[in-house]
């Protein structure tokens, strides 16, 4: 795999302020594949996460052959936040796409955060109402906290890709 950084940010950090993208050129792929970090909405800090977004997608979103969304959500932070409901940021991005062109292939990954102490039976718990959330918004969810390895990532970037090319990117 060939990479060819856009460097916008350091990025790919949690609470991360600006945008950060990265194109992939896989072996065997015909076109190119732009991972992009953003910064999250509904945030109770500075900058705003959508502004920011929305500037970027602007300037850059050009209409893709195809796009999904990958969002990371850290079941360990605070359940009963309204501002964490999944829904409410699939909203939020959606309206952030200039004419309808949102992607509606959507891979929600369930995320613990690092030193969290949470139970077996806590996490399958706060799991299942995050894919309750996911279901909502006609998202997948992989099953388990994300474990952090390579050959996770891949599985779930891959399910992401089989999405998209199912949905054809974006909404009409």
């Known amino acids: 795999m060939a990479k060819t950084r856009v460097p916008i940010n350091k990025g790919q950090k949690p609470c991360t302020t600006k945008v950060y993208a990265e ?4 072996e ?35 209409k893709p052959r195809g796009a999904g969304i990958l969002y990371t959500h850290n079941i360990a932070s605070n359940p009963c ?5 999944v829904s409410k940021h699939f ?12 992607p509606r292939a959507v891979r929600v990954v369930p995320t613990v ?10 996490i ?3 799991i299942t109402g995050l894919r309750d959330q996911a279901d909502k918004i006609g998202a997948s969810t992989l099953e388990a906290p994300f474990d ?9 970037v891959q399910e992401l890709l089989n999405q998209i090319t199912t949905f054809g990117g974006e909404q009409s």
Request: aromatic share 12%; glycine share 8%.
């Open 23 to 26: 194109r992939c050129h896989f």
């Open 28 to 62: 065997g792929m015909q076109n190119a594949i732009i991972l992009v970090d953003t910064p999250s909405f509904y945030t109770y800090v500075d900058p705003d996460g959508e502004k920011i977004v929305k500037k970027w997608i602007n300037s850059n979103y050009k």
């Open 81 to 85: 936040d309204p501002n964490l409901e």
């Open 91 to 102: 909203s939020a991005f959606q309206g952030t796409f200039p004419h309808a062109l949102a």
């Open 113 to 122: 955060a690092l030193g969290s102490t949470l139970p077996p039976g806590r």
């Open 124 to 126: 399958r718990t706060l």
């Open 148 to 156: 952090g390895t390579p050959e996770t990532a891949w599985d779930v």
